[in-house]
């Protein structure tokens, strides 16, 4: 799915006016983590989350009071009502929820981010909370990348500018951070909300079988940018793979060695012969990706790394990065089941090389 914001880019403004609830802090335990958003509009939920139950149903009331009224606030959550009464959220913790009544006014910010996320280009999505101290906020967007060398000097805070410039530096370590001015002169109530944001994962699926078309489906559903590979024209089209991204339908060797492949790519193979697999595999062995997997028993994948090892396709080192055979081992059967196996263990790929930001 599409980050939150380039969702809003995607619905209509002027008839159907909307308002955007953003998690900006949490102490203790909550149902969703800071940075998570949720788009509403008169008639209720369109997209996304603050936490579901009943802290998401008095934030959608707010919302739905700021669209009227066009004012933004900031609102704080204790989450520890009691299971007798029944009347508010039991976690424990604590939630603070800036909700936007006029996020249109940022679309030009929106723009930019989209822009830069087509490109492969991650960055920092900057937004300044004035008056956080009553419920009626003040807020902007800025957006921030290394590749055009920005200049954030005019945030006039230098505690903000060091850690956007520490960010860009690092690489962008993902996650989601607040910082409260310390500006001279600030009466503290101003908050500075840091969010880095990524390009969607890319996963290539070699092979538009039923395996394939599932792991499609699941992938779309967990936030990837869908790419399925396959020589069969009666497989490989919209119809029959409606949550694909990109459809490519040409020879699966060839179309695997002119694939683009970043750091930020996840394959697997799942073609419908031994042949068309290890094509798919040369192709990409050795490339610097996140994740490579093929299917297969024991025995096929232990022929095929003997094969490999033989000709010289592939050192002992990159062919123990390939995640064959593909998925954990949850007993699966099916081709759902199978499908979900590989998707678990794409996920848990996915956040391990995700570093925290904290």
Known sequence: ??????????????????????????????????????????NGLLSGTVGGGILEGEVQQIAQDAILTKESG?????????????????????????????PDDH?????????????????????????????????????????????ISGLNDPILVSE?????????????????SKHPGENHDLLFLLEAIFPLARLVIAGAGHIGKALSHIGKLLGFE?????????YANSANLPDADHIINEDIGK????????????IVILTRGHKDDARA?????????????????????????????EHGWATPGEWNQIHAPVGLDIQSESVQEIAVSIAAQLVRVKNCKKPAYV
């Open 107 to 151: 679309r030009i910010v929106y723009e930019s981010v989209k822009q830069s996320l087509t490109s492969g280009t991650p960055g920092i999505l900057v937004t300044r909370v004035a008056g956080i101290n009553s419920n009626k906020v003040q807020i902007q967007r800025y957006w921030f990348t290394a590749a055009e060398d920005p200049d």
């Open 281 to 309: 595999l040369k192709a990409c062995i050795g490339s610097d990706i996140a994740y490579i997997g093929m299917i297969g028993s024991k025995r096929k994948v232990a022929r095929m790394q003997k094969d490999f090892m």
């Open 226 to 234: 869908i790419t399925v590979v396959d020589d069969r024209p009666e």
């Open 255 to 266: 179309a695997m060695e002119e694939l683009q492949k970043t750091p930020n790519t996840f």
């Open 74 to 102: 900031y609102y704080h959550f204790m989450l520890d009502g009691e299971i007798s009464r029944g009347d508010g959220a039991i976690c424990g913790g604590q939630a603070g929820i800036l909700v936007d009544a006029s």
């Open 1 to 42: 799915m599409d980050n939150i914001y380039l969702q809003l880019l995607g619905l209509k403004h002027t008839d159907h006016p909307m308002a955007l609830a953003s998690v900006a802090k949490t102490v203790g335990s909550t149902p969703q983590k800071p940075g998570s958003s949720a788009i509403f509009n008169r």
């Open 164 to 180: 956007i410039q520490q960010l860009l530096i690092a690489g962008l370590p993902g996650g989601y951070k607040e910082l409260n």
